[in-house]
């Protein structure tokens, strides 16, 4: 798993620099089929890179966009009509067969339909209209990163296409591989807060925005890889009822990237923090300093900070999830080993999960 989480850099530069043709392809045939708005078809990791695609089709691209109900089909058989639509189904293996089946009823049912995965000649891609392969090579540990995050490079990729965004793209090339290589940098940092939490039974993860996605994808590979309850929230959600359940000491883990969110985000941050919350705020240097957060402590110190902070570069916040997602899969990796747990192979999980 930390090879893997190693290897993403080179794999966003990589697919950030390939030939954008089949990008354009891709989106001159969708609306050609007069698409106008969008749905997603995904489960486990594949559904959380689906969310951060919900904010690109209708932040970037302006069309409403939401998420598929497998079973409405595969177990109800829901007379849909998807005409008009542009489904798109996320898998890493390509093999999930109510994913695949969902795709090839929308297809049936007159949506365009496009497929990304990881597996150019799996199931999923032989359903769909188009595929657009994540290339992000054999991926050996059960955990997905590298998956995860060319799923989003090809959301990102296929969103800028739409819209023309040259400077997407252009981030995409030269800011996120390097920003990316420079958050596994904190791996020490990351280690430590492991080494804090590996006898925690509970985790909050806030998030909000695109990086909601970084927050449930956070929550999932602290489950699957060091079983441990970790729930995730939108920040705005979590001030909605679920903070009633919050105790004095309960670690919570706040995304704050830079852009439109991060405001918010950090007053809820502060709210955690005077609520006796032990709070660990994942953000660039400026947005730790408003709130008077400092560098993670040695696990030595007998009264940590009551706001903790792990750096993340500043990119813009469309790509941000990137660059956001590293430190979450570290302390997924590093918290797992924390609690004699093998990250490579979560007890009762294998690589590619059949449901219907």
């Not at 597996?119 to 891609?125: G, I, Q, T, V, Y």
């Not at 953000?283 to 040695?298: I, W």
């Amino acid at each position: 798993m930390r090879t893997e989480i190693g290897e993403q850099p080179a794999v966003v530069a990589r697919l950030a620099t390939g030939d954008p043709e089949r990008y354009r392809e891709v989106c001159a045939a969708a609306r050609a089929s007069g698409a106008a708005f969008v749905l997603y078809v995904a489960r486990g990791t594949s559904d959380n890179a689906a969310v951060y695609g919900q904010y690109l089709a209708s932040v970037r691209a302006g069309l409403p966009s939401g998420l598929v109900l497998p079973s409405a089909t595969t177990l109800y058989h829901a007379d849909l009509d998807l005409r008009r639509c542009l489904v798109i189904g996320i898998s890493q293996s390509g093999e999930t067969p109510d994913v695949a089946e969902s795709l090839a009823d929308a297809r049936s049912r007159g949506a365009f339909t496009v497929a990304i995965t990881n597996d150019a000649r799996s199931p999923l891609a032989q359903a769909a209209d188009f595929a657009l392969p994540t290339e992000a090579g054999v991926e050996r540990a059960v955990a997905a990163t590298k998956t995860y995050t060319s799923q989003l490079a090809v959301l990102a990729l296929l969103w800028a296409s739409w819209s023309n965004d040259r400077a997407l793209v252009a981030a995409l090339r030269e800011e996120v591989p390097q920003a990316m290589a420079g958050g596994l940098e904190v791996e020490p940092q990351v280690s430590m807060l492991a080494g804090e939490l590996a006898s925690a039974d509970r985790l909050l993860v806030v998030a909000r925005g695109y990086n909601l996605a970084t927050g449930l994808e956070t929550a999932l590979k602290v489950q699957e890889t060091a079983a441990v309850a970790a729930l995730p929230y939108s920040a705005a959600d979590l001030m909605h009822g679920p903070i009633a359940m919050l105790a004095p000491g309960l670690p919570v883990l706040c995304f704050a990237p830079a852009g439109a969110t991060q405001a918010n985000l950090l007053e809820v941050t502060l709210v955690l923090r005077d609520r006796g919350a032990r709070v660990v705020l994942i953000a660039p240097e400026a947005a730790a300093e408003r709130v008077g957060a400092v560098p993670l402590a040695s696990p030595a110190v007998s009264q940590p900070p009551a706001i903790s902070w792990i750096p993340i570069a500043e990119v813009p916040e469309a790509v941000s999830p990137l660059v956001a997602i590293i430190p979450g899969q570290l302390l997924a990796c590093r918290l797992a080993i924390a609690r004699g747990r093998d990250p490579d192979r979560p007890a009762g999980l294998t690589k590619v999960t059949h449901t219907r």
